[in-house]
């Protein structure tokens, strides 16, 4: 048997963030590949595979009011539906696509591909057309993004990422109106996890306005879930801020924001702590 002929059959489509339709410019951001069952497209039934860049920049590139969070919640919500409804049928696969993409998301017309297995082909195919090239990858996230890449790849890598909440609305718990929203959360038995990216390299506004939620959060998730809530802030380590005795104004400022979150019973980890954290999670959702 030939090398093209040991490949699957498989058909991949290019899902992509247009977020003016008029001027239909657009950037890549994920691919969807379906297995057709085996090298001659016969076996068992298809299985389809979503995936979503985890690289941002390019989309706010385009749109710098790109609502990124909104796009990796559409991720977790496809492969969930997906998962659940697979065995009813490629028409049926492809009107749960249509139906949870938004309006600035659309998908390519379906191309035939084959592939040695379908996570190889979902690799070659997010390196092909979803990616930015090694030389567009100089430039590297920082701040309150950088937290965030970091906390999602220690959740993903634990396990839990697709178990728990996202983007949750302060306001389901403080007040209509309230625009803050905790980055993710967990719940494993009488507590309600929650963690928050909060940089303190542009200043310590973030702190200052977490700590100010704090207190709205906690009695409204007692009100809403009848649980406790911890609060985590996870923040830059010192050093990599540059918060030493060398520069006592950035450490002055570092101890303020740590203090001030700390004093509103927030707990506060930083990015280095995320390992064991993720590992928390998953013995607790035992997974």
């Known amino acids: 048997m030939t090398e093209e002929k040991r490949r699957r059959a498989c058909e991949f489509q290019l899902l992509r963030y247009v977020p003016d339709a008029v001027r239909n410019e657009y950037v890549h951001i994920g691919v969807i590949l379906r297995d057709q069952g085996g090298p001659t497209g016969r076996g068992p039934g298809p299985s389809v595979g979503v995936r979503f860049t985890r690289d941002w920049r390019r989309v706010r590139c385009l749109d710098p009011d790109a609502d990124t969070a909104v796009l990796e919640g559409m991720e977790s919500e496809l492969k969930a539906r997906l998962a659940s409804e697979a065995e009813e049928g490629t028409g049926r696969l492809m009107k749960i696509l249509g139906e949870s993409l938004s309006l600035g998301v659309q998908m390519t017309e379906p191309k035939a591909y084959l592939a040695e297995s379908l996570p190889a082909g979902m690799e070659e195919l997010m390196r092909l057309y979803v990616e930015p090239p090694p030389r567009e990858k100089v430039n590297r996230l920082s701040g309150r993004a950088a937290i965030q890449n970091r906390m999602r790849a ?20 403080t007040k209509p109106g309230d625009p803050l929203k905790i980055d993710v959360g967990y719940r494993p038995n009488g507590v309600i996890r929650m963690f928050h990216a909060v940089s303190l390299d542009p200043g310590v506004e973030m702190a200052k306005v977490l700590a100010f939620s704090a207190a709205g959060l906690r009695t409204g998730v007692q009100r809403v879930e009848k649980a406790e809530l911890e609060l985590t802030a996870v923040i830059e380590p010192a050093l990599r801020l540059g918060a030493t005795a060398e520069e006592p104004e950035r450490l002055e400022m570092y101890r303020f924001g740590v203090e001030t979150m700390e004093e509103h019973s927030i707990r506060v980890m930083t990015t280095a702590d995320l390992g064991r954290m993720a590992e928390t999670a998953r013995r607790e959702l035992r997974v």
């Open 154 to 173: 220690e959740f993903e890598r634990a396990g839990v990422w697709e178990l728990m909440r996202k983007r949750i609305a302060a306001s389901d718990y």
